[in-house]
């Protein structure tokens, strides 16, 4: 609170790890609403970024208990307007629109519905089928805002059926005047997204990204491209469409076109008119520059623009057919275009932009179809803008399979810091948070920020409720490690499966393995079959795997806490980087142990990573060997966390590979975990481990009620109004 | 899902005979090797499908997928060799914008075929007209040609030259490491200290080294941001500043004045009689007098006996103890004549 303060005073940026289950998002909501009650001028509104629809929930859930709290103290009605907002897919409410499973399908036939022209021409002809829902919206929902309080998703679309407007359309508009807003890291970093949705929140506003310890990855991921021939063949067809609409619209109605062709000579003028009255957003995928000019000549009629998407895919074509791997630069790529098809940088730099209008004037409804080529002319623009930070890598098959032809074109950002700077130049406070952040200076360096304030945290505990240890070898002294030359060794994969069979014979109920990768987790698991162990393993609980496909792993995963809830035990292997290391809490008896076989590192023959390493050396300093620890040690550490999701929680961890008792590897844990991790516990051997962990699971056994807690970890409003307690906090706040 | 490229004439796809080649020529109509040569052997013919008069080695590989393209990006060529003007050579953004379009519809035309007479008009107007600066602009890179050229060279200069300071600091880093405990296991080995405190100095010494490091790193870090402020590569309000630039200004830099110095003769001999008194010596009684030519070039009898007494003279004292000196002299001697020469 005292940094998070601190950098709100300072308006800068701040990186805080906290550990999960410590009350992160109670202490970010409390302070900042608290900060934006006492100054409203210089803070205006909160944007709460989370990654997913249920960690949004939880945290609209603990923004309605911190309002209740201000009701119940405060003893009125409080003016603050709270509001989740998430895609449509979550949020429609149109009868048969919201059946729909797949979020693009949703949008497009939303936009059929209910795009200015659809509505013009359902004025006129009352069979072509318009949104109710949105209808409603536009005729009252603008004149009355939501009153105060909290909304979360489902509220919304409580209050849309109520009130028959469209719960996604008063959730965006809403967005401009509402004081705390929750929503998804793809709203406000996702350039395409981020100028619909975040284009018009004022500068005084507080941005928040939880769980962002993988914020650089979704970065990259929002600028990158990629092409496949399947892309290409579907975009063919919808530059067909395109030319069939153009020329039945020139039959008809060429009067559009000329009104089109018309606003584009005058060129984009309107929109850097608001961006310069630092009204918006800036987008990093139409840099300003476009905004001054005006189209070129070559692409403003519809026609040429159509043939000149043409040859642009006609081009990519062209550059899928190769029979070896080509990396080149932006530069190469455009000085090979214009050479091969004649393209200059200048129309290519417009082609997303001319492409919207064109899709705007054609009044095309159905837009999923030309999700493909808006795609291509995405590729085009970034291409022709960045010279610097991107890597075309054409790849004419996969690793894997190199005797199936499946050519993919991958346009890669490399630069994590394009798509969050216009965040960070923008916004006074931005606060980065998550449970495992370490090593913390790594970030700075590779967003290109400056932050005032950066901090781990550490827990306070009345008992030491994790027990970390880095198991180094086997029981006959064989080292333990996920080592490529030593991957196959039957000796380690014995080892690693006598130390699961021994620890699941010690702790009750839930144990969480990790793997490095489905590769190694597959493999491991097929040889402890012919081991026996597998056995060995099912005569204590109970054994679920993880696998690539989403289905099949929810299932294991209830089946898994199903078999935690009655009492018979149970093993999950999983993957590092997969989805439960991710976004699933193993609390309590779920997850009373947690298993690392080896260092989670990146596969690290990807010729993406190889690029984006060699341009973090170059840009950053940023050593190959530092970054793919740094990246296997924050998964390693996510993994971790998994199993402690509170004070009152308790959980072993057990790291087991060699390699992480090396000081380099041990300092990159999160504080809070190093803080448990003795010395004595850095070297052990299976047996020994078994030993450690049974005598702590005996003390952890015991019953723990919150009398314990009292004056330690938890403190009554006396305790803390003691005076010995208040020096300890002005010591603490002067040592800082 | 793949449609095999096939031959219009003798129906071949690629699927069944994978050496095909499809070729174009300029009506846009493909066919494959074989049929060319077929069709063509006399070396033109009429195109099958369309009919109009084609020479064989007009045609060429075909690059694209779709024919059209191929030839749309052929007469593109053609016409954009003749239409090279630059935006330099307009006033006004719209202008150049405007003649752009007006290149676009030509070739929009020529390749759909569309009012044939008076496109064909138009680009002979244009190139009645714009000769010279056609002429003039062939010549010439476009700037955004010369941009991407140069950030082409720069990429690679960058990349060879990191590519070899980076191997360099991995093995020097390397080598540091080995001498470090190399030297941590002689000092166990011969040393009759503290086994400890020797371990806690040799720690000591590679945590205060680490830190130098990145310090280092740092520093050469800064020099290279500096270069490439824009991470973005957007160049904002450098374009056309940088590319069209003269060249620097040479720089003077400020430096004391020359002053001569006489030089200082060691003959390691007799001093000989300067040139002045040589008159008065009466020396010139016993050489040849120069003659009226000689006198024109500058020459007077004074310089050669000069020399010649300064020869005589020259080295009368010599001794071998003493060789390396003299020699060191007269390369002095030398140097200050030809700085003289400079001077004046």
Redesign the interface.
Known sequence: MLELKRALDAKGHCLLEMPSGTGKTTTLLSLIVAYMKAHPHDLTKLVYCSRTVPEIEKVMEELRKLMNYYEKEMGMEQNILGLALSSRKNLCIHPSVSKEREGKVVDGRCYGLTASFVRARHAADDAVPICQFYEGFDAHGKEFPLSPGVYNLDDLKEYGQMKGWCPYFLARYTITHANIVVYSYHYLLDPKIAEVVSKEISKTSVVVFDEAHNIDNVCIDSMSVKITKRLLDKCSNSIQILETTISNMKENDSKRLEKEYKRLVEGLRDASIARETDMALVNPVLPSEILEEAVPGTIRTAEHFVAFVKRVVEYIKTRLRVQHVVQESPAGFLRDIHTKVCIDRKPLRFTAERLASLIRTLEISDLTDFSPLVTVSHFATLVSTYTKGFTIIIEPFEDRAPTVPNPILYFSCLDSSIAIKPVFNRFETVVITSGTLSPLDMYPKILDFHPVIMTSFTMTLARPCILPMIVSKGNDQVAMSSRYETREDTAVIRNYGNLLVEIAAAVPDGIVCFFTSYLYLETIVSSWYDQGIIDQLQRHKLLFIETQDAAETSLALINYIKACDNGRGAVLLSVARGKVSEGVDFDHHLGRAVLMFGIPYVYTQSRILRARLEYLRDQFQIKENDFLTFDAMRHAAQCLGRCMRGKTDYGIMVLADKRFSRADKRSKLPKWIQEHLKDTNCNLSTEECVQISKRWLRQMAQPFSREDQLGISLLTIEQLQSEEMQKKIQQRAQAV | ??DYQTCPKCKTTKYRNPAMVLMVNACGHALCESCVELLFAKGSGACPECKCPLRRNNFRVQ????PA?DK??DI??RI?KEFNKRQEDFPT??E??????????II?NL?FDIDPTNTNKMIDNYKKENKDITQKNRNRQSQ??ME??E??EN?KA?QSE?ANL?VNAELEEKKQKHKAREKLIDELMFSDADAKSIVASHVQATAALAKEQPKA??Q??SA??KS?K?????Q?GLRGQHTNSFLPIPKQEDLPLYRYIAPIFDYDGPPPPTIETLGKLNYFANIRAANVTERAGGYTEAMSCCRALQEAMGGLFYSPQSTHKTAVVTTIHSTQDTDDMETT
């Open positions: 899902m793949d690059l694209f997928e779709d393209v749309e990006v593109r060529k954009l953004l719209r150049y914008n405007d003649y752009l379009e007006e290149v676009e519809t929009f390749v955004e040609e991407l050229e950030l082409l990429e960058q990191k980076y790193a740092a050469s870090g290279v941001v490439s824009f991470s973005s590569g957007i904002i």
